[in-house]
C-alpha cells in the first residue's frame, strides 16, 4: 500500500508536534520533514522522535515549497498553526496548490472559505477535530433546528478551560452559542467563561496536573428561570490524541476527494463523519 504523504505545519507547536509523532507510527502515512512555522521561532529544525523536521519560516517558505513539492510529489498538508496566520497560510497553500485540513481556529472564517473556493485545491476545514465533538455539536445542531424555543427562559453559564498556551476562545464553544440562542436563549459569545489560569485549573476544575498544558473541558450549564430544572452538558478531554485521530480520517477522506476530482471544494469534519 502507497503510504500517504503528509505535511504537518505549526510545529514546533504542541498540536502539530503530537500530530506528527502519531504519524510517524501510522503505517498508512508518511510524514513529510518539512513544517512552516512563525517568524520568531529560533530554531531551523525541530526533532520528533530523534527525527529531523526542518522549519521553514515565512521569508523561505515561498521558495523552498516549490523544491519539496518535485522532491516529494503530492502532499497533504495539516495546518496547526496559530489563528493569526489562518488566512495567509490558507492563501499559501491555495496559490501552490496544496490540498490542506486546517485545524486551526480564529481568522475570518468566511475569507478562508471563500479563499478555498476561488481555487483549485479542496480542504477540510473545522474548528475541532474531534470526531466524538463534532458529533455532539451536530446533535445540538438538529435539536437547535428542530425544537427552536425549547429553552427560552433559560439562563445559560458556558465556561471552558485549555492550556494558557492557547490565545483564543475556543471555537467549539462558540459555535455552541449559535445552537443554543436557537434554543430560545439570549447569550452571547463574550459571555463565555475562558480559563486559563493553571491554579484554578488544578484546584477548582480538577483537571490533572499531567494535562495541565494540554487538555480541553467545557461545561454548559441551563437553569430554569425558578432554579427547578437544571441541565448540564460537558465534555473533557485530556492531551491532544484525539485530534490525531480526527485529522486522520479527514486527511483519508480528503484523499479520496482528490482522487475523485473535486477542486475548490469546502468540507468540514461532518462531511468526514458521513464519509460523503
Do not use: K
Given at each position: 500500500?502507497?503510504?500517504l504523504k503528509v505535511m504537518v505545519n505549526g510545529m514546533p507547536g504542541n498540536v502539530a508536534a503530537s500530530i506528527a509523532k502519531h504519524i510517524l507510527a501510522d503505517e498508512r502515512f508518511e510524514l513529510v520533514r518539512y513544517s512552516t512555522t512563525g517568524p520568531d521561532?529560533?530554531?531551523?529544525?525541530?526533532?520528533i522522535?530523534?527525527?529531523p523536521v526542518q522549519l521553514l519560516k515565512p521569508d523561505i517558505r515561498d521558495a523552498e515549497i516549490t523544491r519539496i513539492k518535485e522532491a516529494e510529489g503530492p502532499f497533504i498538508t495539516v495546518d496547526f498553526t496559530l489563528p493569526a496566520a489562518v488566512n495567509d497560510n490558507?492563501?499559501?497553500?491555495?496559490?501552490?496548490e496544496l490540498p490542506f485540513v486546517m485545524g486551526t481556529t480564529g481568522g475570518d472564517r468566511a475569507l478562508l472559505e471563500k479563499t478555498v473556493l476561488s481555487s483549485s485545491i479542496s480542504a477540510v476545514i473545522a474548528p475541532n477535530m474531534a470526531k466524538q465533538i463534532v458529533g455532539f455539536q451536530a446533535m445540538m445542531e438538529y435539536a437547535a433546528e428542530n425544537f427552536p424555543g425549547l429553552f427560552d427562559g433559560y439562563s445559560l453559564e458556558i465556561r471552558e478551560s485549555h492550556q494558557k498556551t492557547k490565545v483564543d476562545t475556543s471555537g467549539t464553544a462558540k459555535a455552541m452559542v449559535t445552537y443554543f440562542n436557537k434554543l430560545g436563549?439570549?447569550?452571547?459569545?463574550?459571555?463565555?467563561i475562558k480559563i486559563r489560569d493553571p491554579e484554578i485549573q488544578q484546584k477548582q476544575w480538577k483537571i490533572p496536573e499531567e494535562y495541565i498544558n494540554g487538555h480541553a473541558w467545557h461545561t454548559y450549564t441551563l437553569d430554569a428561570p425558578d432554579k427547578t430544572a437544571r441541565f448540564a452538558f460537558?465534555?473533557?478531554?485530556?492531551?491532544?490524541?484525539?485530534?490525531?485521530?480526527?485529522?486522520?480520517?479527514a486527511i483519508c477522506f480528503l484523499q479520496k476527494k482528490i482522487e475523485s476530482q473535486t477542486p475548490g471544494t469546502v468540507f468540514t469534519m461532518i462531511d468526514v463523519l458521513k464519509g460523503g
Open positions: 500500500m502507497n503510504r521561532i529560533p530554531d531551523s529544525q525541530y526533532l522522535n530523534d527525527i490558507a492563501e499559501f497553500y491555495c496559490r501552490h436563549i439570549r447569550f452571547a459569545e463574550n459571555d463565555i460537558s465534555h473533557n478531554i485530556n492531551g491532544r490524541d484525539i485530534y490525531s485521530w480526527g485529522t486522520f480520517d
